[in-house]
Nanobody, 124 residues
């Protein structure tokens, strides 16, 4: 089992920034690809970004490319999501996820472990 705990969400004005963190415990962190998904009210959970086990490969949804950056610190068992130039449409609950594969995919069903989520609200 892997336990994931997100933090760093909150309320921010459009154009602002937030940094989310996800602390992992229970298994060897570097054995998992890590990712972030989000879910807005009334919508399906959608892929935001992922990072490979080694940190050498990342992927982003088109909607966040150039604004969001994922990174990981394997020594701290933590993955981060730096979100800049936030827009009202970024408002959602953000979930951290872990995948036993070397590189996680964009389908939520493929991911093995999930955090409880953290709310991000962007006001216009």
């Amino acid at each position: 089992q892997v336990q994931l705990v997100e933090s760093g969400g909150g309320l921010v004005q459009a154009g602002g920034s937030l940094r989310l963190s996800c602390a992992a415990s229970g298994r060897i962190f570097s054995n998992f690809a890590m990712g972030w998904f989000r879910q807005a009210p009334g919508k399906e959970r959608e892929f935001v970004t992922s990072i490979a086990r080694s940190g050498g490969s990342t992927a982003y949804a088109d909607s966040v490319q150039g604004r969001f950056t994922i990174s990981r610190a394997n020594a701290k068992n933590t993955v981060y999501l730096q979100m800049n130039n936030l827009k009202p449409e970024d408002t959602a609950v953000y979930y951290c996820a872990a995948d036993r594969a070397a590189v996680g995919g964009k389908e939520a069903s493929r991911w093995d472990y999930w955090g409880q989520g953290t709310q991000v609200t962007v006001s216009s």
